[in-house]
């Protein structure tokens, strides 16, 4: 029943880990882990694997990712969001519409990044927060990212707010985003709100509340079974092969198998990666390398 993965809104004010122990003790399960960490003030869509779908986790970690974000002008802050330390105010009385949107408009494509120093990257294996809150001196190096959408979708030239819409690669952090446009504006800016809108497959449309998870487990497995998303469908940009019949003793026990074993039905936009099936059980991930088909992981 809690094989699968669950799109989770997650709550404001909640970790990912939250997120993950709550439901560990909601569904009664113990094998349960998120597939992207959102920051505690950030909500919306965290997808969550249960059971063998954890094995699958890190096939979603090139996951392209949407959100919805706010900013406020005027203000910059040691965290880069509204949570943080105020360390330098900014006039944004001469801002224009104009310089936002150019500023939106330049901040796309291949994009170098600095990420923030509170965060969760692990910098000579301490996290880069740790580190901080320590008050010690330490240097992040930019990384490139893509940026294939960042629109503005409200601005409050006035109050100084601005609200936007943004698709990304893994890695991209929102908050220097806002850092970095403030900049441009010569004004200084900090996120005041996130909404992860989309992760891959998943969508906010589709995610569920902590609250409407714990409901449908009280009325019984085939309620859940109803928000519980089989893992291979999850796993859209992978391609799909059709074992055969004879063939799957030998996958099962992580052996490899010839051209004349498989047959590849849809290609791959992951690389060489494949779901692989039986008729139409999925029993695993493999990887397709000069004419042979090499488990990776085996599910079933």
Known sequence: MTDGIINVNKPAGWTSQDVCSKLRHVLHIRKIGHTGTLDPMA???????????????????????????????????DTLDITGEIIET???????????????????????????????????????????????????????????KNAVTRLDLEAGEIEFDVSCSKGTYIRTICDDIGKVLGCGAVMTALTRTASGFFRIADAHTIEEIAEAYEKGEETLD?????????????????????????????????SNGFRITKPSSFGELYRVYVKRDFLGVAEVENGSLIPKKVIK
Request: proline share 3%; with cysteine.
């Open 43 to 77: 909500t919306g869509v965290l997808p969550v694997c249960m059971g063998k779908a954890t094995r699958i986790i890190e096939y979603y970690d090139k996951d392209a990712k949407s959100y919805h974000a706010a900013m406020k002008l005027g203000i910059t802050t």
């Open 90 to 148: 900014g006039d944004y009385s001469n801002v224009t519409e104009k310089a936002v949107t150019e500023a939106f408009k330049a901040y796309t494509g291949h994009v170098m990044q600095v990420p923030p120093k509170y965060s969760a990257l692990k910098i000579d294996g301490k996290r880069a927060y740790d580190l901080a809150r320590e008050g010690k001196d330490f240097e992040i190096k930019a990384r490139e990212i893509v940026i294939c």
């Open 226 to 258: 109803k928000i519980i998303i089989p893992a291979d469908i999850t796993l859209e940009k992978l391609g799909k092969v059709i074992l055969n019949d004879n063939r799957i003793t030998a996958f099962m026990n992580g052996n490899s198998s010839w």
